[in-house]
T-cell receptor, first 114, second 117 residues
Framework: AQKITQTQPGMFVQEKEAVTLDCTYD???????LFWYKQPSSGEMIFLIY??????QNATEGRYSLNFQKARKSANLVISASQLGDSAMYFC???????????FGQGTELSVKP | GAVVSQHPSWVICKSGTSVKIECRSL??????MFWYRQFPKQSLMLMAT?????????EQGVEKDKFLINHASLTLSTLTVTSAHPEDSSFYIC?????????????FGPGTRLTVT
């Protein structure tokens, strides 16, 4: 069965610094996708970045990059140049196959300090 | 603009009554929709997968007779919480999978906050 784990309940980062949010996963399916979502206090789920299991390069989207280490089964999110608006809950998620269920990790609450 | 809408955005109901939450796909036809539940400061827990024209598939531990899901059209899925109790108070989020596309195209609704008094 697929499993996704975030071990950092809360993180603090100084504005303009980089921060890494950890995510590990487990699956027996060779085809899977890894996602990161941001959830501000409003509750909406904002898609940040996606990494496919067969992608050779790490995904990047603006200030977000995904450090994909397949052998270690980790998919850490790196946010560069943190901004106050980055303060939110961050969820790592995984889907097995193309149309499988999207399962979420426990989440990490990021607080950016001025 | 929004790809998925939910209605209502928040609802308060009395214990023992039923509440219906609608999820609409605005930009495309969705054969598959998902319903999630989220308690404060916790993660999203998948409740069920809703397939158009067929019965929903419920996750282990989710009571199908309590959480009725109807996916009557390619743009609408509804979740009805029957005989609601205070412990059903939660944030309910639907999600839509864009059919025939890549694995990353899953869109979330803005959520419905249910409070049962």
């Amino acid at each position: 069965a697929q499993k996704i784990t975030q071990t950092q309940p809360g993180m603090f980062v100084q504005e303009k610094e980089a921060v890494t949010l950890d995510c590990t996963y487990d699956t027996s399916d060779p085809s899977y996708g890894l996602f990161w979502y941001k959830q501000p206090s409003s509750g909406e789920m904002i898609f940040l970045i996606y990494q496919g299991s067969y992608d050779q390069q790490n995904a990047t989207e603006g200030r977000y990059s995904l450090n994909f280490q397949k052998a270690r089964k980790s998919a850490n999110l790196v946010i560069s140049a943190s901004q106050l608006g980055d303060s939110a809950m961050y969820f790592c998620a995984m889907r097995e196959g193309v149309r499988g269920k999207l399962i979420f990790g426990q989440g990490t609450e990021l607080s950016v300090k001025p | 603009g929004a790809v998925v809408s939910q209605h209502p955005s928040w609802v308060i109901c009395k214990s023992g009554t039923s509440v219906k939450i609608e999820c609409r796909s605005l930009d495309f036809q969705a054969t598959t929709m998902f319903w999630y539940r989220q308690f404060p400061k916790q993660s999203l827990m998948l409740m069920a997968t809703s397939n158009e024209g067929s019965k929903a598939t419920y996750e282990q531990g989710v009571e199908k007779d309590k959480f009725l899901i109807n996916h009557a059209s390619l743009t609408l899925s509804t979740l009805t919480v029957t005989s609601a109790h205070p412990e059903d108070s939660s944030f309910y989020i639907c999600s839509v999978l864009k059919g025939g596309s890549g694995a990353y195209e899953q869109y979330f609704g803005p959520g419905t906050r249910l409070t049962v008094t």
